[in-house]
């Protein structure tokens, strides 16, 4: 379900709001968004995690217009030739809060790239322009120069999907590249889809059934139970959110791989275990493939001062061990 506005394909991007800002970009419906909790239509919906502008060159260069709500830390954007990460000179461009102009030409050893690709059998052709945005809130303003969308092939045609919380949204991670949905992604050569919502992934019917609705995507991971930790919600009823929240899936035909919380240090652990507990006992002996989170982040010194969100250490422990959880799934 790609989205095309303006001869780009905004990647991971589902509805385009104009705003006297700029284009605002939804992660989800808004239709779907504000069936949930409310931090999701109001805010989380429209933060960049995954977010990707992708578009060929005709005449070899472009000057994006962006710009990025007030945020406590930097708001970067990183350009990719495919899969390969631009040179020192056009890697990573500052969004500021104002206009910024960021003008992106194709370097000059592009049929290098392409052999390289090919002989890599890298998943995305270098032809395609990416510049993956930040987890804040952007705006697109327009373009200088000519565009087209990817062609046939310039993207792999597998997608893996994932839900979660800030851990999967990315927070900590410090850079897209660097999160545990990206890195999977890479290590199996697929396209992603990052429906991380920090604080709100609450786990709602309507969610689950929208993200199994979708076609895009080739198998899934779902990253349950640690924004719930600090509801009000008793553990009858958390069981109960579970239940109906994997139902959809269970449905579903496509691999899903679920976990529960990670390790953390301090807060509620006797929660935590009960929580941990109610997703094991509702994916034992289902189709769904389920990995203890703590074992996935087993080392506590990979867990930042917040006592919760992995250190960028902590993101690619769990990219490490759940990609070769799923490669086990997929070669068994």
Not at 172 to 178: D, K
Not at 248 to 263: A, C, E, M, Y
């Amino acid at each position: 379900m790609a989205m095309i506005y303006d001869q780009i394909e905004f990647h991971n991007a589902e509805e385009i709001i104009t705003t006297d800002r700029g284009c605002r970009l939804s992660r989800l419906p808004l239709s779907i968004a504000w069936q949930l909790n409310e931090g999701v239509p109001n805010s989380r919906a429209y933060m960049g995690t995954g977010v990707e502008l992708r578009f060929r060159m005709p005449k070899r260069e472009v000057t994006l217009h962006l710009r990025a709500d007030a945020n406590e830390e930097a708001q970067t954007a990183l350009i990719y030739f495919g899969s390969i990460q631009g040179g020192w000179q056009y890697s990573s461009k500052t969004i500021g809060e104002q206009d910024t102009a960021i003008h992106i030409p194709y370097p000059e050893n592009m049929e290098e790239l392409e052999k390289i690709s090919q002989k890599a059998g890298l998943p995305f052709s270098p032809w395609l322009v990416r510049v993956l945005l930040p987890y804040g809130t952007c705006y697109y303003l327009g373009k200088e120069g000519e565009t087209l969308p990817p062609f046939t092939g310039d993207e792999p045609t597998a997608c893996y999907l994932t839900y979660g919380s800030s851990i999967t949204h990315g927070s900590l991670g410090l850079v897209t590249p660097l999160t545990y949905a990206f890195r999977i992604a890479s290590v199996l050569g697929t396209d992603y889809l990052n429906q991380g919502y920090a604080g709100c992934a609450h786990m709602e019917r309507p969610m689950a059934e929208y993200l199994v609705s979708r076609k895009d995507w080739t198998f899934a991971s779902l990253e349950m139970g640690v924004n719930m930790l600090g509801t009000t919600l008793s553990n009858e009823a958390y069981e109960k959110r579970i239940q109906e929240f994997l139902e959809p899936f269970q449905k579903d035909g496509r691999p899903v791989f679920v976990t529960d919380v990670f390790t953390k240090n301090g807060g509620d652990q006797e929660r935590a275990e009960i929580f941990r507990e109610i997703v094991r006992r509702n994916t034992e002996g289902s189709r769904l493939i389920y990995t203890p989170g703590k074992e996935l982040l087993s080392q506590q010194e990979y867990i930042s001062v917040d006592m919760t969100h992995p250190t960028l250490e902590g993101q690619l422990m769990v990219a490490q061990r759940w990609s070769e959880a799923m490669r086990r799934a997929y070669d068994g």
